[in-house]
């Protein structure tokens, strides 16, 4: 098997098993999906005001780490920490299951959620349509 092909297989295999963040996990996991690599210092600074205590990022940090979603490397007693899923199979993955939960894996029920609820204005709406009729285009294209 090419080791490529078992990358991949394995990949695929944390996506279906991953776990969603709190959200005090998902905010550490933006800054570092920012940083690509840091301290806890590091990530610390990525906060607003007024930050969190190091100890409780710290704390966040070795529960990511036990949730697989980020790794470290030691300098001695400092680690360095850094993700182990992107940012874009994160987000791939959490929609999957928003779109599951809450639209019966409806985009047509979701697309009219948002523009019944959120009151899109006409530039946004036309945006919109124009980003669809691009992929209408793309899919016929390719048949």
């Not at 990949?11 to 709190?22: D, G, N, P, S």
């Not at 529960?63 to 199979?89: C, M, N, Q, R, W």
């Not at 599951?100 to 959620?113: A, E, G, P, R």
Request: net charge neutral; proline share 3%.
């Amino acid at each position: 098997m090419p080791l490529n092909y078992c990358f991949e297989l394995i990949l695929a295999l944390k996506r279906k098993i991953m776990k969603e963040l709190t959200k005090a996990e998902e905010q550490v996991m933006q800054i570092l999906w920012s940083i690509q690599k840091g301290f806890v210092n590091d990530i610390l600074e990525g906060f607003p005001d007024p930050k969190p205590a190091y100890n409780t990022v710290s704390t966040i940090v070795r529960i990511l780490e036990k949730k697989e979603f980020v790794s470290h490397k030691a300098y001695g007693k400092t680690h360095e920490y850094f993700p182990l899923i992107s940012k874009d199979d994160y987000t791939k993955t959490y929609l999957k299951g928003f779109m599951t939960n809450y639209f019966s894996n409806s985009y047509k029920q979701l697309v009219s959620f948002f523009s019944n609820e959120n009151n899109l204005s006409i530039s946004e709406l036309e945006e919109i349509r124009n980003l669809m009729n691009e992929q209408i285009e793309k899919q016929k294209n390719q048949d």
